[in-house]
């Protein structure tokens, strides 16, 4: 990647009115500490590189530096996205997840230009101050910022590669963060193909649940050019309060994929150990207690307690509607088990996990959050 592009790049992070960058053309090429609004307002490219021109004295600047300056930064399209932070962001995918994350990206200042299949499921992102717009391209073309939070990989590939997709208009220099779980192979394929369009395309599927959405609180693995994290960073820190990066594009999706095989294993370990208690005459809030400041705590029954009425404000005390469908945690069970099998991987207990929730999308439980393996095995002893 040009040097200058790396620049660019660096410098969307910014606090306030500064951008806390300074350019300083040396023997080891240009050197970073800070330089203030012209760099970051909404001014024209124009005004930006004469506001630099400006500036020049201060850095100890001769003819010789302006012209490196002029060649490396103006001439490099160092664009208003890439130095405002405030910038508006593309968001594609406003499900149970997408829509709570792109309200966070409102609450943070930033303008929004949202699309979803579902013409209904933007409504609600429009009256807070969103753009609707009716496909994945027309948000490229008004946003070099994306996020896709998306059901899986025949979608991501859809939104992507798509007659309407996203990299049939992208602009080059346009960053494309997804956030869906997929198939590492197929985040290492957009990857390749947003490189053809002269995009950066990087991984950085999601953990938290619902609940962590809504509040900012996800946590975030990320996957792609390292130089890249710093930008990526900015944006996720609006939804999410740990953003890790996992190293190439494709690692964000691996770390994400081993975290949901052992959430599910927990889940129905949770789910048959209350349902175990409750046989033998226990309460179910009293045993919650007793397992929660035990060796067997875990989120699946401190934070997201499958066994309704012994938690509010999670799925199994509203009938598990919301939160994690069934279906995308079989999804994403098949993953973990492709990905197995293609690395001779030893899964037995994420195995049997597979075949337990792909049973409950057969009888079903397709369309309610994954916690309601807990109501599946106490209908299974009742047949």
């Not at 829509?99 to 009256?127: R, T, W």
């Not at 996957?223 to 953003?243: D, I, K, P, R, S």
């Not at 099998?341 to 792909?358: C, D, E, F, M, V």
Request: net charge positive; charged share 20%; proline share 4%.
């Amino acid at each position: 990647m040009k040097q200058a592009e790396r620049i660019s790049r660096l410098s969307r992070s910014t606090i306030g009115s500064f951008i806390k960058l300074r350019l300083v053309y040396g023997e080891k090429g240009l050197s970073i500490t800070t330089l203030p609004y012209f760099l970051t307002g909404n001014l024209s490219l124009k005004s930006r590189c004469q506001g630099i021109k400006s500036m020049a004295a201060f850095f100890g600047g001769s003819q010789n530096f302006l012209q490196k300056f002029n060649k490396h930064v103006c001439f490099a399209n160092v664009s208003s996205r890439a130095m405002a932070s405030k910038t508006p962001v593309g968001f594609i995918g406003l499900g149970n997840m997408g829509s709570h994350m792109a309200k966070n990206l409102l609450k943070h200042g930033y303008p929004v230009f949202a699309s979803d299949i579902f013409p209904e499921s933007c409504k609600e992102i429009q009256d807070l101050g969103a753009q609707v717009l009716d496909s994945p391209a027309e948000v490229a073309d008004r946003a070099d910022r994306i996020i896709t939070m998306l059901p899986s990989s025949p979608n991501v590939i859809e939104v992507y590669t798509g007659l309407k997709g996203i990299l049939k208009k992208v602009k080059k220099g346009s960053l494309l963060i997804d956030s869906s779980t997929i198939d590492p192979s197929v985040s290492k394929k957009m990857a390749k193909e947003a490189e053809k369009m002269g995009a950066v395309f990087m991984d950085a599927p999601v953990s938290g649940g619902v609940g962590a959405a809504s509040s900012g609180k996800l946590t975030f693995m990320v996957g792609g050019l390292e130089e890249e994290f710093t930008a990526v960073q900015e944006l996720l820190t609006c939804m999410g309060t740990n953003v890790v990066y996992c190293g190439e594009v494709g690692t964000g999706q691996a770390a994400k994929i081993c975290n949901n095989m052992l959430l599910a294993i927990s889940m129905i370990g949770t789910a048959e150990t209350m349902n175990l208690g409750i046989r033998l005459g226990l309460d179910p809030k009293l045993l919650a207690k007793i397992l929660n400041m035990s060796s067997g705590r875990c989120w699946s029954s401190n934070t997201y307690n499958p066994v309704p009425g012994v938690m509010e404000g999670v799925p199994s005390a509203s009938n598990y509607q919301g939160g994690f469908g069934t279906t995308l945690m079989a999804k994403d069970l098949g993953l973990a088990q492709d990905t197995a099998t293609n690395t001779k991987t030893a899964i037995p207990l994420g195995s049997l996990s597979h075949q337990i929730y792909r049973v409950m999308c057969a009888r079903g439980f397709a369309q309610k959050d994954f916690s309601s393996v807990f109501q599946f095995l106490r209908e299974e002893e009742n047949q």
